[in-house]
Structure formats: C-alpha cells, structure tokens
C-alpha cells in the first residue's frame, strides 16, 4: 500500500518531539476522521530554521508529518508557503488516492503554524505574505467547500 | 521473518487435511455433478457427502443445507429472498446497528425498494436488548435478523431469546452465523432459527464457499436463477472442491470445537489480563464473558489503529484495527460506534483473533511488542501529556 519513502518516514520519522519557545504553532485535524497534527516551527529572519511535530494518525499522517518538517527546514515564509500537499506527496514518491487527505492535513499544519507566527510577528512583510498565503491556501478553502 | 498471524476473524488458512480432500475434485473427479455418467455422478456424492457433515455440524437436515458462494451471498440471499416473497404479507425488517455489511447493505438496498428497515441499537457490551426486538415489531414485520456473534467485538448474541420472540410473533428470523460456526455451538433448533448464513473459509475451509441453511417450509425467493441445481433453492455448476473443503472443514470442526475453545479462550484471556496489565490507558470492546473464545478487541488510548497495525507488521504480527484511517470509507468502525465508544477510542482499536495455529509463544511474543509499540507512537502523539 505505501511506498518505500513513506514506511522509512513512518518507521524512523524525523524532528519528533515539542520544541521550547516555538515561535509558531500549528494545530490541526479532527478526531472525528482520525488525524490530528501538531507542527512547531522556529523562524529567525524570515527563515524556518526548526520544525518539530506531534501527530495522532496513521502511517500516511505520520510520514507526510515528518516530511513536511524536512522541507520547510532552510526556507524562507514565502518558499515554504508555497508547499502544497501534492508537493510533500511527490516527496514520499506518492500516497494512495484514499490517503491523500493525509498531506492536505500536513500542509494545513503548515500553513497554520506559519500563521501563528505572523500574527504574533506582524511586521512590513505579514501583508505580503498574508496575501500569498491566501493564494496557496485558496485551494484548501475550495477543498473544504 | 515468521509472521504471528491473529486476524483469524477476517480468514483462516484451510487446514491441510481440507485442501488434501479438495485435490481430486480438480481434475480427476472433475464432473459436472449433473451429468449421468458417473464422472457425474462421483461428483454429485461427493457434494452430498459434504451436505451431510455441514448438516450435522449445525443439527440441521441434509436438505436444509443449500451452497453458496460464501457468507455474504447466504446473507444477501436470506434477507432478499424473505423481502421478495413476503412482500403482499409486509415489508418491515427488523435488524441491528452492529450486523456485517452483507446484512446492513442488503437491508439498505431493499430500503431504496420501499421496505422499512429498523436497525436495533445495542447497549456498550454490544448485546440487543430481546425485548427491543419485541417492542419493534408490528403487523407488517416479514423478518428479523441478528447476527450469532459481532465479528469485531466478538459479543455473543441471546438468539434463543431472540428467535422464541420471532416465532410467537409469526415473523421469520435469520441468523448470521459466519463468526460462530465450527466455534462455539450454533444448533439450529437449540438457536431456534429459520434461516442461518455459513461461510467455510472462517473455519479453515477454503474461500469462494459458504451455505444457507433454509428450515423446511420457510417462504423464500431464489437469488441465482439457471439451471435448477440445489434443487432450485441457488442455480449454478456446483464449486465441487470448494464444497468437498467445506464439508472437510465442518467434520473437523466437529471434532475438535470443544477443545479448540477451551484452548483458544485461555489464551485470550491472558491476553486481555496482560495487556490491561503492561498498558495503561486501554480498555477492552465488547462482553468480557459472552464472547466469542477468540477474539480480542482492546482500544488503546492516544494513538491511531492503523499506525499500531503497520508497527506489528513491521514486527511479523497481524492484527486488525476499527480506524476509519483503515476503511474505504473513512469512517471508524460502526460497530464501535453503535456501542457508544467515542470516536477517538474507535480509532484507537485493535482486534486480535486467536486461531488454530496460535500458540503461547506467540501471545508472549504479541505482550512483549505491543507495549513498546505503544510507547513508541504515544511520544509522537499531541493527546499523551506523560
């Protein structure tokens, strides 16, 4: 059923674990269809310099978890808000149709960490990058529609 | 690695001895049971030597037995056939919340007919209240269905009770009795049933066969029209290995059940002590007594099914889970659900199904890994405050 990327993520998933003094949080999911995620991002300068996750889920929220914290690793607000789950799914070299929703979760993770960190960050770029924000994300919004 | 397999409730291996007397049936006494000449005719006894061990099995009689291609075809055949050929006398059917989706689909597919279908709840053990049963049912009840035992929570229903109220009040009753067959005892007369569902690879039989047991005289409308085999009741050249399994399977059963149960349900119950022991936060799913000598269904607080199935199957153990991250649908299991379990416990569960082959080894195995496992995935889960 999951491809090779996904059993080594899900079997040795990497940056577990809380951080101290996130600088943001992150905070997804719904008991009710099983998956909850937790992302925990440290930004200096504009860039995620640590990501750090939680999750209660299956094999596919684990591994879309723990890649998700691999990619944003390095990158700029902008670069990581234009993840897409399609994105992380192509980096576990792709989940089955019926696990999909698994990356949606993890870029909804992402996205709402990110967002957790510029409301408490507003400064003369959050408009900018609320803005692009809105543009990637809109896609989820038509999702949940 | 050598798999400890436990997911005995979703298939067995067929037993040596069964895929041995299946050989022949091949391609030596390959006959079609129809014909004449005795190719044929070596065919057809086989098939009625078979006939009379699954009857015997069940206290039932030769000619009540009719063959199908497993459980789900006698499910859908029984609730169909009674709805199709008592419809001028009613069309209320009565069932539960918890029944194998072979009975709760065909129960919705006659909805979408017109038939009115009331689904019973259960209480957190998942046993039917008989007198709901009795509550239910009005002029227009043709059938009551209620399954022998849950298949996931392994819960053993009151069918005496049951059916006694079915028979006073003129409705027919059908038991699915796929889970209990070769396992616990399921006599026809004792259960007081019209109609019971079988299914041969539940109890080391192979797969692709299973009956209906028909009590004389009951109304009923055939679901495979052809060629008039079974004598009429189901159409179609006879699986004659299949059957041949199936009868091996049943005299097997015979034999050993009583044993086999007494075995199987101390090892169960040392599973569920152990686990309740070594894993705090987890709570047993279904009656601790009136339960099938197999089965094990625990919920495990703060991590998901599916991640604790794919763990174990990393360390060689089959189990299976309720979570809806391991359904088709999405959805966790309704029969968790039916029993009042919330659903993060539904997604939390884990069912473990005991079998012939099962030994203490591997259930020490199963207690050493399974806690580890938990560990494992609870420090990765945002619900565990430790």
């Known amino acids: 059923m999951y491809s090779a990327k996904v059993m080594d993520h899900f079997h040795n998933p990497r940056n577990v674990g809380e951080m101290d003094n996130p600088d943001g949080i992150g905070h997804v999911g719904n008991p009710v269809c099983g998956d909850i995620m937790e992302l925990y991002i440290k930004v200096k300068d504009n860039v995620i310099t640590d990501a750090r996750f939680k999750t209660f889920g299956c094999g596919a929220a684990i591994a879309t978890s723990s890649m998700v914290t691999e990619m944003v690793k390095g990158k700029t607000l902008e670069e990581a808000l234009k993840i897409s789950n399609k994105a992380v799914a192509e980096a576990l070299d792709g989940l089955p149709a019926i696990k999909m929703h698994c990356s949606v979760l993890a870029e909804e993770a992402l996205s709402s960490a990110i967002d957790d960190y510029l409301s408490k960050n507003p400064d003369k770029n959050t408009d900018t990058l609320r803005k692009l924000h809105k543009i990637q994300h809109k896609h989820l919004e038509e999702e949940a529609e | ?386």
Not at chain 2, 165 to 178: K, Q, S
Request: aromatic share 6%; with cysteine.
């Open chain 2, 1 to 386: 690695m050598k798999q400890i397999y436990l997911d005995y409730a979703a298939t067995t291996p067929a037993a040596p001895e069964v895929v041995q007397a299946m050989v022949p049936y091949f391609n030596e006494a390959f006959g079609n049971p129809s014909a004449i000449y005795s190719y044929g005719q070596e065919a057809k006894s086989a098939i009625e030597e078979a006939r009379a061990k699954v009857a015997s099995l069940i206290g039932a009689r030769n000619e009540e037995i009719v063959f199908t291609s497993g459980g789900t075809e006698a499910d859908n055949f029984a609730i169909k056939g009674v709805a199709f050929a008592n419809k001028k006398k009613g069309n209320h059917i009565i069932t539960t919340a918890l029944e194998h989706h072979a009975v709760s689909e065909s129960c919705r597919f006659l909805a979408k007919l017109g038939f009115k279908i009331t689904y019973l709840p259960v209480d957190n053990a998942g046993l039917v209240d008989p007198d709901d049963v009795k509550k239910a049912i009005n002029v227009k009840t043709i059938l009551i269905s209620v399954m022998h035992a849950n298949n996931e929570v392994g819960t053993i229903q009151p069918i005496a009770e049951i059916s006694k109220i079915a028979r006073e009040a003129g409705v027919y009753f059908h038991t699915d009795a796929v889970q209990t067959v070769g396992h616990i005892s399921a006599d026809v007369n004792e259960l007081g049933v019209d109609l019971l569902s079988m299914s041969a690879h539940k109890l080391y039989g192979p797969k692709g066969v299973g009956a209906l047991y028909i009590r004389k005289g009951t109304k009923l409308v055939s679901f495979m029209h052809g060629g008039g085999q079974e004598r009429g009741w189901r159409a179609s050249t006879e699986n004659v290995p299949g059957i041949v399994g199936f009868g091996k399977a049943t005299e097997m059963a015979t034999r050993e059940m009583n044993e086999e149960a007494k075995r199987l349900t101390h090892l169960r119950d040392k599973l569920i002590t152990e686990f309740l022991k070594k894993i705090d936060n987890i709570h047993l799913n279904g009656h601790p007594l009136k339960r099938l000598p197999n089965n094990v269904n625990i919920s495990v607080s703060f991590v998901e099914g599916e991640s604790m199935c794919l763990n174990m199957d990393m360390a060689g153990i089959c189990a299976s889970t309720g979570s809806a991250c391991n359904s088709a649908s999405l959805e966790a299991s309704h029969v968790l659900l039916a029993m009042g379990l919330d659903p993060v416990k539904a997604h939390g569960s884990l069912r473990f199904t005991l079998g012939k082959w099962t030994t203490e080894q591997e259930i020490d195995k199963v207690l050493e890994i399974l806690p580890r496992i938990v560990a494992k995935l609870r420090a990765m889960s945002p619900l565990y405050k430790n």
